[in-house]
């Protein structure tokens, strides 16, 4: 009796062998023999998204505005960036024009100043019989404020800049609607020691 369980059970070791060494040769055909676990980390790490490199990002702004945007997939601030800095450099050449009628107009009307035209002749537009005074001032305020546009216009330029290259930072970033914050107000009690439970209210933020 020993002896032919014995026997059945090195069958079924036999059988059983034979059917996992079928099974194991049928799997090998579908792996290859160089495959690693390196190499299955590395197939799935080059699956993920890659962004910009921020640097890339912010060097492609300064050396053409709106190209950093156009990097970070926002290319719908593009006519923004162009509609301020070619509004505010239209404004600049209008008041530098308005700057040099007006001191070429001071310069020449002005008595104490030689008459060679040094800076222009006196623009049709603005009368020979003008207020020295109301000449310089309006010249003055020209100049300042085409200074203050160039101002303006450095900043916007960097202002490009900065927003391409602080938005390449954050764009990795999860910003899901899982990530919304649910705040609730209700009605509850507050149990005090040696008195009765006290009416209260009670706030549960959830994140």
Do not use: C
Not at 39 to 68: C, H, N
Not at 142 to 162: H, Q
Not at 198 to 203: D, I, K
Request: net charge positive.
């Amino acid at each position: 009796m020993t002896r032919s369980i014995s026997l059945i059970f090195l069958i079924g070791l036999s059988v059983s062998g034979q059917s996992f060494a079928q099974s194991f040769s049928s799997y090998q055909k579908f792996v290859p023999q160089h495959y690693s676990l390196k190499q299955a980390f590395s197939d799935s790490s080059s699956q993920k998204t890659e962004y910009p490199e921020p640097k890339m990002v912010l060097r492609r702004s300064l050396m053409i505005p709106g190209w950093g945007q156009v990097t970070n997939k926002q290319a719908w601030k593009v006519p923004i960036v162009y509609g301020l800095l070619g509004g505010l450099t239209y404004y600049s050449i209008y008041l530098h024009k308005n700057y040099n009628d007006y001191r070429a107009a001071y310069y020449n009307l002005n008595p104490d100043t030689p008459d060679d035209n040094r800076f222009g002749p006196t623009p049709g537009y603005i009368s020979p019989n003008s207020n020295l005074s109301s000449l310089r001032e309006t010249r003055n305020f020209y100049r300042n404020r085409r200074d203050l546009v160039y101002v303006f216009i450095g900043l916007s330029y960097a202002l490009n800049a900065i927003d391409a290259y602080v938005f390449a930072h954050l764009r990795p970033f999860d910003v899901s609607d899982d990530l919304s914050m649910n705040a609730r107000l209700k009605p509850g009690v507050l149990a005090v020691r040696n008195t009765e439970p006290v009416p209260a209210l009670s706030l549960s933020i959830n994140f």
